[in-house]
Each structure stands twice: as C-alpha cells, then as structure tokens.
C-alpha cells in the first residue's frame, strides 16, 4: 500500500514537473525564438480560456435541468432524453479521444518508468486516475455534479446524493472504458507498421463515416420524392418526439450504455425507487470494475510489448533513388525527393493528400440528397466549385508541411544543412517537393469530384486548376518565410499536435491561402455572371496565373535568403533544441 | 600545413559560453581525438566548425579554405557524423546514400559502386531497403559513418561515433578510418573511450569547460606526465578531475 501510495506521488509529480518545463520552455535563444516560443502559447491558452467558458456553461446547464427536473418544471422523461443523448455524445467524444491520442505520442516514456521500482499496476492505476485529468472527462464530471447539485437545490436532498453516487460511477465507467480503449491502440502502435497503417485507416474510416447517417436517413429524401410526384402536402407534419417511442426503438445493447444505465437511475432516483437505484448503481459499479480489470490486462501487454522488435524486411537488392529530377540542380533535386518520400511515409502525409478531396466530395454527395431549392443542391451541380473547394481544403491540410518545410525534417534537416547545398537550392528544391505532393493532393481532389459532380463547363474546370497553380506560386515564398522563422521539430507519422506546425504560421498560412485564392473565385464570378461566358473563366485566371508566378518566383529567391540568416536557429530545432 | 585551424573560436548562448577562445591546430593526414568531460564544449566545437552553429567570435579555417566565403566548396570535402546523426526518418539506408551521392554531384554508377561497398563493411546489406527509423541506433550510427564517407571527405568530423556499434563493426571501421588517414584524410574525433584514442589517435587535444587546456602529438602530451602513465591517468590529470579514491562514498560500499 504504501509502495503504490509513494509511487502515484512520484508519478504525479514527474507529470506536474512535464508540464511546468514544457511551458517554460529551454535556454533562452535570439529575441525572434523568444517571440516564436510566446505565439505558440497563445493556442493552448485560448483552448484553455474555451474549455473553462465550456466547463462553466455545462455546469450551469447541469445545475438548472438538475433543479427544474427535481422541482417538476421540466417534464422527467423528455429532461432525462436530453441528458442522456448529450452525455452518450461526450462519452463517445472521451473514447474517440483515448483512441486518437496514442496515436499521436510515443511510449518511450515507459521504458524508463518501467526500470524505476514502481508496480506495474501502479503505472496502470496512474493512467487510469490521470484520465480524469482530461478536459472532456472533467466537462463530464462538472455537469453530473452541477446537476446533482440542481436536485439538491430543488429541495430533494435524499434524491441529490443518489445523483451524485450514479455521478461518480459513471465517471468511474467512462475513465475505465478511455483507459481501455487508450492501451489497446498504444498495444497496436507498438509495431511502427502496424500503428501507422491503423492510424490512418481509422483516420480516414473515422471521418468518412460520419457522413453516413446523412446517407441513411430518409427523411431528407420525403419531400424530393414527394415534389416529383406533384404532391404538394407532403413535408408538412411535424413529427413529434416520443420519448417511449424514441426507447422502443434502441437496440438492446443500448441499455448498457453508461449513458442509458445513468439516464435509468436518475429517474429511478427522482421517483423513489430505492432497489432499482441500488440496481442501476450496481450496473454502473460492475461495468467500471470490468473495463478496470480490462484495462489493466491490455496495460500488461501493451508493456510487455514495450521491448518487441520490429519485423524487417530481408533484400539482398539495394534500391537506390530515382535519377535527378529535370530543370533542377543535383542537390535541390535530392531536397525535393526526400521531401516527396517523407510525404508519402508519413500518416499526417499521407492523410493531408487523401483526405480532404473525398470528405468534400462526400459532403457535396449529401447536399445532393437535399431538396432541390437549397443553395446547398445548386452548388453541388457546378461540380467545379467542389474542385476549387477541395484544393483549397488540400493546402489548408498541408500546411503540416508547407509552414514547416524544415522542421518537419527532424535531424535530416542537420544533413541538408551539412550537404554541400546552397540556401536556393534548399528552398527550390523544398517548393518542387511540396508541389508534387499539393499535385497528387490535387489529382485525389479532382477524381473525387469527378466522381460525385462532373457537372458544369470544363473550361471552369479549367480555370480552378489554374487557379490552384496560381494559388501555389503565391503560397510558396510564404511557406519559406514561415518554415525558417518559425520552425518546430515537428514528427508527420503523428496526427495530434505533435505533427503540427508553429500555431502562428498555421493561421497566418490559412489567411493567406484565403488570400491568394480570391482573385480566382471573383474572375470565375466575373466569368459567369458578368460575362456569362465559360471560356473568359480561364482566360482571366490564366491571366492571374501569369501574375502570380511573376510574384511568387523571385520571391522564393529572395526568401532563401532567410533560411541563411536562421541557418542557427534551424541547426538547433533540427537537433530537437 | 593544417587540415584544421583556428584563433581565438568562441561559441557563447546567451550568458553561457560553450567554446571559449580555442585555438586548434589539426594537422593534414593526422588522426586527431578531441576529449573532453561531458559539456566541455567538444560538440559545440565541432558544429561551429561545420557550419551548424555561427561562432560568436574568432576565425577559423577547413583545409585552408574559409568557411563562411567558401562554405559549399568546403562542405564537399568534409564528411560529418553529427551528435544527432542527422538522418532522414523516412528514407531507407539505401536511399540515404543516394540522397548524399546526389548532393555530392557523384554519378549514379559510381554512387552504387561505392554504396555497395560501405554497405557491405558495416553489414547494413540486408537493411539497405529498411527505413531509418527502423533502425537500431548502432544500425542508424553505421548508415550515418557510410554517409559521411561516401563522397570521400578529405576531412572526417565524428562525433562520439563507436558508442553503440559491435565489436565486429567497430573494429572494421577502426581498420578503415586508419586507412582513410594512411591515405591523407584526416580524422577530427571526439569521444570518451580513450582506449581508441589510446589505439587510433596520432594528436590529442583536451577541452574543459570551453578551454583548450592541452594540445599535441601523443608523444607530446605523454612526455608532460609521469612516466609510464596511461593516457586515461594523464587525462585526468590535465582536466583536474579528483582521485576517486578521494570520492569514495561510504553508504555505496555498505
């Protein structure tokens, strides 16, 4: 007992110490690193100041449904229906979290827990209890309480303390069940392979799906129907929600939902039902003693499996790279094919290509399910404007790399640094890397949208990628700029934060994507309803085209002068400094 | 005629100051081990000297060029094996070696020839097609020594490179660094076992806390000791470092 309570005090303190440091940050640098260290506080600050405004606003909501459900001003059954599908929403979001989150770290940190005299149940306790820590469960936690509070306040004080316990137990239930989820995706990313092909599917698989209850409904579908056969009536009646109906209708393994079981016991609760509320509390106790023993199993093997090695491919051919890349130098040529490969390596690579041509394409596939005089339907049918959309999505995705061109290289940067390079050749060498990669994003864009809206006149079609090409020539002397001063070592096989870029660079590259992209949109504007007339749609573009890249050329020679004057500072990131 | 020199080299972060007025002398063709107790300045010496950090003051020049005025022709003949290894994580040990052939302008043919080879001596072959970062750090160490010889640097900054490599390998790459400088190429090393400055190294040079505190041949700084000294004993003596017999710790014996 004693070796456990000294190890969860070491162990919180050793977590404590990790955040104080990493907010105070190394050595003290130049005074343009001070000011790139003080920009990348103000996105954790602002989630902070917005997780307080949302711990304070479900609070007060708690507190309120709490007191006019014990109080009878709010009907029971229809109060508890809101309860329950919000709180089933958050436990989805908590799971959804512990399941992205290893995905985004390493484990390297328990190879030195697990040499220190620490139980490994102790290590396993610590996560599980660390988990309340997390911002959602502690959203969670604040609104039951509030509501708990809520019933006390509405002069039911015997029913307040049963609140409060199926509170406790549910937060118990949903801290287990991250934990759970946590280990076992920490357990698969152990092999590298295996990790990154998992990430990205679930990824990919985790943000397609979500359109799918839109493709099922068929609500949407009534009126549309209803309208070709002439029928004028039709979409009138409001549907009513039945509470009883709405439960009949659930599956059965609903029921062990801890939404539904917490949902159950209040309303026991309110109403006096002493032995079902002993009954729903023991559901919830059972099903957080589970998933605990659970999660302490796969935490077993998920350490156990800290050691593995790795499976290695055998080959007696070696593969050496490509033959130099035309219209460029030796040495920016090999910048541009390791920049190419890394891409096209890496999850966060992988996925800023993939990804966002075909969500759009979806989202574009639902609009058309809508009724007919939407704007939403009429913008579907010009399926170039899903082309131009999704690109733009693309070089928002890609940011990941283009506003940390040399960050994101980690200690290969210190090699290119040390080649016989020169800063042009560098930059060059990083734009016709990122232009391939923002190519092949383009290409993904451009068969999605085919393959959902070809509609409208190609010379627009036209006119988008040209558009996209003037848009690339603009972004790429930013993207230098922004990747030397304000680079971050940055790991792109993560999802999370870790493969992010500088906070700064990442909203001052959105803008100027923003940017860049609207003399495109006013010249197709201008080309359909002023003109009205397809063919001036590329032939104004194409003009802007020519503009940008008069721009953006000698720009990106002038901005490889500062990869030059930050060559330090990138040494140092490099170096994870 | 020195392959390295410098006057008065200085590297200060902040308050801090790392290398503190150095001046080396590392002769052509010399195998020169630079030691020094951990954060003495021997890394920071030698990223100053590739260009990686900008000293804060003196001068220096790489086989009698001038870094700063000459930094690609000088990077062409100088090979690195940086404290971080400086690899790609998502290139394989095959594609390295391409990537630095090509920076190298070395024709693909040649390039191959020469990766074969290197390849072959640290006994990567069969993880030539692996990525980086599946590799060991002695398999990472190996690939990052191949990389920094294939373009054939006349100068060789390495970096603490035996820690973590086999015996096997380790012994190979002694043989081959021995025979890079028999064959005019000079070595620049760092590192804290002194059996292989003891076996390798030609000329030393001690660095603590930022200060050159002795430079010479073996010969030389072997005769400013006490006869039949080792050289872990004169080490030690040159750097002040107490006698251990004087920080024994009674709890630790029992």
């Known amino acids: 007992m004693i070796t456990t309570l000294r190890g969860l005090r070491a162990l919180t303190w050793l977590r404590w110490r990790l955040l104080k440091n990493s907010i105070a940050g190394a050595r003290k640098r130049d005074s343009l690193e001070q000011v790139s260290r003080a920009l990348a506080l103000v996105v954790p600050l602002l989630i902070l100041v917005m997780s307080i405004g949302t711990f304070l606003a479900v609070s007060a909501v708690g507190f309120v449904g709490g007191r006019m459900m014990a109080s009878g001003v709010l009907e029971m059954a229809s109060g508890l229906l809101v309860l329950r599908l919000l709180l089933g929403l958050m436990l989805f979001a908590i799971v959804s979290l512990a399941v992205v989150s290893p995905t985004q770290s390493t484990l390297s940190r328990y190879t030195r827990l697990l040499l220190l005299p620490i139980p490994r149940r102790v290590l396993h306790l610590v996560e599980v209890v660390a988990s309340l820590g997390d911002p959602w469960v502690a959203v969670v936690g604040a609104g039951l ?79 549309d129907a209803g309208r070709a056969a002439g029928d004028t009536r039709v979409a009138k009646e409001v549907h009513q929600i039945n509470v009883d109906e709405f439960d009949r209708h659930l599956p059965a393994w609903t029921h062990y939902l801890p939404s539904e079981v917490y949902g159950r016991t209040i309303a026991h609760v309110l109403a006096g039902r002493r032995a079902d509320v002993l009954g729903g509390f023991g559901v919830l106790a059972g ?291 | 005629m020195n392959a390295i020199e410098t006057h008065g080299l200085r590297k200060a972060f902040g308050e801090f100051t790392a290398v503190d007025g150095i001046d080396l002398a590392v002769p052509r063709g010399s195998f020169y081990g630079f030691l020094g107790p951990n954060g003495a300045g021997k890394s920071t010496t030698i990223k100053c000297l590739t260009g990686l950090l900008k000293p804060t003051g003196g001068t220096f020049r790489l086989l009698d060029l001038d870094p700063v005025a000459d930094q690609i022709k000088v990077k062409r003949q100088v090979g690195v094996v940086p404290e971080d290894l400086a690899l790609f994580d998502r290139l394989t040990g095959a594609e390295t070696l391409s990537f630095v052939a090509q920076v190298h302008g070395i024709d693909r043919v040649e390039a191959r020839a020469r990766s074969k080879e290197l390849l072959t001596l640290m006994d990567l072959t069969k993880s030539a097609n692996d990525l980086v970062a599946d590799y060991s750090h002695g398999m990472r160490k190996k690939i990052a020594l191949s990389a920094a010889l294939l373009p054939a640097p006349r100068l060789l900054f390495l970096d603490e490179p035996f820690e973590g490599i086999d015996a096997i390998a380790s012994r190979q790459i002694k043989d081959l660094l021995s025979a890079y400088v028999r064959g005019g190429g000079t070595v620049f090393l760092t590192t804290h076992i002194l059996e292989i400055v003891e076996r390798l190294c030609d000329h030393i040079g001690i660095i603590q806390k930022g200060r050159l505190v002795a430079q010479g041949s073996m010969a030389e700084l072997r005769a400013g000791g006490v006869t039949g000294q080792s050289l872990e004993e004169r080490f030690m003596d040159i750097v002040g470092a107490a006698k251990s017999a004087s920080l024994a710790i009674d709890w630790l014996a029992g």
């Open chain 1, 145 to 223: 309480t509030a509501f708990a509070a809520g019933v006390l306040a509405g002069g039911r004080p015997i029913a307040a303390m049963g609140a409060l316990v199926a509170a406790g137990l549910t937060v118990a239930v949903v801290v287990c069940a991250a934990s759970l989820a946590g280990f076992l995706v920490a357990w698969l990313m152990r092999d590298r392979r295996r990790g990154e092909l998992f990430t990205l599917v679930f990824v990919m698989a985790f943000s397609l799906l979500s359109f799918i209850p839109a493709f099922l409904t068929g609500a949407v579908d009534e009126p």
């Open chain 1, 287 to 577: 099903e957080a003693l589970l998933l605990f023993l659970a999660s302490a199993r796969v935490h077993r093997q998920m350490l156990g499996a800290l050691e593995g090695d790795q499976s290695r491919r055998r080959t007696t051919e070696i593969k050496l790279g490509p033959k130099p890349l035309p219209w460029l130098s030796a040495g920016a040529s090999a910048v541009a094919v390791a920049l190419i490969r890394g891409s096209f390596r890496t999850v966060r690579g992988r996925l800023t290509i993939l990804l966002p041509g075909p969500m759009l394409a979806l989202l574009v596939a639902v609009f058309k399910r809508l009724p007919q005089e939407t704007w939403t339907a009429d913008a579907a049918s010009r399926g170039y404007l899903l082309f131009g959309g999704s690109i733009v999505f693309t070089f928002y995705a890609m940011h990941a790399i283009s506003m940390n061109l040399f960050g994101s290289d980690r200690a290969g940067l210190t090699l290119q640094l040390l080649s016989p390079v020169t800063d042009r050749e560098l930059a060059w060498g990083k734009i016709v890397g990122f232009g391939a990669v923002v190519s092949t994003g383009i290409a993904v864009c451009l068969i999605a949208s085919v393959a959902v809206a070809h509609a409208g006149a190609l010379p627009y079609w036209i006119a988008v990628f040209l558009g996209a090409a003037a848009t690339f020539f603009l972004i790429s002397p930013v993207a230098i700029w922004f990747s030397a001063i304000f680079p971050v070592a940055s790991d792109l096989s993560k999802t999370g934060s870790g493969g992010n870029p500088h906070p700064f660079p990442m909203v001052a590259g959105t803008l100027c994507t923003a940017l860049f992209v609207l003399p495109t949109i006013v010249s197709l504007a201008v080309a359909e309803f002023w003109f009205k007339s397809a063919i001036v749609a590329p032939l104004l573009v194409g003009i802007w085209l020519v503009i940008a890249a008069a721009i953006g050329i000698p720009l990106v020679n002038v901005a490889s002068r500062s990869i030059g004057a930050r060559r330090e500072n990138l040494a140092l990131v490099a170096q994870g400094k």
